[in-house]
Each structure stands twice: as structure tokens, then as C-alpha cells.
């Protein structure tokens, strides 16, 4: 079965890193979504992209978090500097346009 | 999910016994509904869907219904069983590609 893959799955971190997590959007799929989640609560959108074109990104803390696409096999969300606050589960999501979408297993980010 | 209200945000139902959770919205332009089931630990997984030309859909123990006129969808899950506790969330697209989220049930089933 085709996945999407996110690298790492665990990132410890002391306050004030950098932190890149990365998806591997299923070949093939025109929208990439990044989620953050919190304690098993609901699902926060960040960003998303549409044939590689950034939508909308007003979900994220615009000082501290950038998502890019720099080709069709990879999304990138970066956090700069990280803050405690930040500590969650974020997830990618791709799909195509309303026929169906796909998760990744997620990157639990904890900062220290 | 801002957009999108769920209900109740928990369940609890006996083994055998029917589920069922609600989901409201407000684009009126939205035109697809997906249901996801999370186990602790997972990602979000796709268990059925449906479209806005369509009122009802079903796949074995799982079916959803949708009222376009009043604007709420709602997941069915029949004879329920144990390996059916987990966590669901609905999710509409709206016109702008956006895929919002409501805020989840947790499912517990009694055995």
C-alpha cells in the first residue's frame, strides 16, 4: 500500500533549536496538509499546498513556523526557534482533490 | 475544526449496541465529507466517505448520511465491537481545497 512517509517519528529538542520535519507526500498526489495535534485533541490545520503552491498558511505561527514544497516528493515544516509550547504530534496529510487523503504516522516533537 | 462541529466528544456503548456521531457545517460550497478513525498512537486513518451529489453511503458495519439542506452529516457504526473504541473525527473540504476537522469522539465500547 502507497503511504506517507514523515521523518523523524521522535525529535527531542531543547528550547531555542531548530527543529525540520519532513513528509513524503504519496506520488501522484496534488494537495499536502500539515496538522498539528495536541493530547489526542482535535486536528489544527497549519498550511497546505495545492500542486505544490502554498494555500493558505494562517493556522501557523508566522514568526517562528515556514512550510515549503520545494518539489513534489517532499514538504518541509520548520520551527525556529522552538519553544515548549510547540511540543505536540504533527501530521502530513496528502491526497487528490476530493477522491481521498492519507496520513502519515506523525513526528511527536517534544521541546525541553 | 472551527468549521465544522462534532458531537458528542464522548461515547460510550455496549459490544453489539449502534453508534452514532454527528457532525455540523457551514460552507454551504463544501462538497466532501471523510471520516477518520485514530488508535493511540496512530495517524488518522480514512474509514468511508462521501460526496455532496450523494445522501448515503455504506460499507459493512459503517454508514454515513448526508442533509445538504440542513448542512450536518452524521457516521453510523452498527454492531459495534471492541476494536471499534478509538477516536473519530469528521472533516469537510471547503471550495478552497481547505480540509477542516471536527474536534473528535472518543468511541468506548463496553464488553
Known amino acids: 500500500d502507497a503511504r506517507v512517509t514523515q521523518t523523524p517519528r521522535h525529535k527531542v529538542t531543547e528550547m531555542g533549536q531548530e527543529v525540520t520535519m519532513r513528509c513524503q507526500p504519496i506520488?501522484?498526489?496534488?494537495?499536502v496538509f500539515w496538522y498539528r495535534q495536541t493530547m489526542m485533541q482535535g486536528l489544527e490545520l497549519l498550511a497546505y499546498f495545492r500542486n505544490r503552491a502554498p494555500l493558505d498558511d494562517s493556522g501557523m505561527p508566522k514568526d517562528r513556523f515556514s512550510a515549503e514544497m520545494p518539489d513534489a516528493t517532499l514538504a518541509t515544516l520548520k520551527i525556529q526557534p522552538s519553544e515548549p509550547r510547540d511540543s505536540a504530534v504533527y501530521f502530513c496529510?496528502?491526497?487528490?482533490?476530493?477522491?481521498?487523503?492519507?496520513f502519515g504516522s506523525g513526528t511527536r516533537l517534544t521541546v525541553v | 475544526g472551527e468549521n465544522v462541529e462534532q458531537h458528542p466528544s464522548t461515547l460510550s456503548v455496549q459490544e453489539g449496541d449502534s453508534a452514532v456521531i454527528k457532525c455540523t457545517y457551514s460552507d454551504s460550497a463544501s462538497n466532501y465529507f471523510p471520516w477518520y478513525k485514530q488508535e493511540l498512537g496512530k495517524g488518522p486513518q480514512l474509514i468511508i466517505d462521501i460526496r455532496s451529489n450523494v445522501g448515503e453511503k455504506k460499507d459493512q458495519r459503517i454508514a454515513v448520511t448526508l442533509n445538504k439542506t440542513a448542512k450536518h452529516f452524521s457516521l453510523h457504526i452498527t454492531e459495534t465491537q471492541p476494536e471499534d473504541s478509538a477516536v473519530y473525527f469528521c472533516?469537510?473540504?471547503?471550495?478552497?481545497?481547505?480540509?477542516?476537522f471536527g474536534a473528535g469522539t472518543t468511541v468506548t465500547v463496553r464488553a
Open positions: 506520488l501522484g498526489h496534488n494537495t
Open positions: 472533516a469537510e473540504l471547503s471550495n478552497d481545497y481547505k480540509l477542516s
Open positions: 496529510a496528502s491526497g487528490i482533490t476530493g477522491v481521498g487523503y492519507t
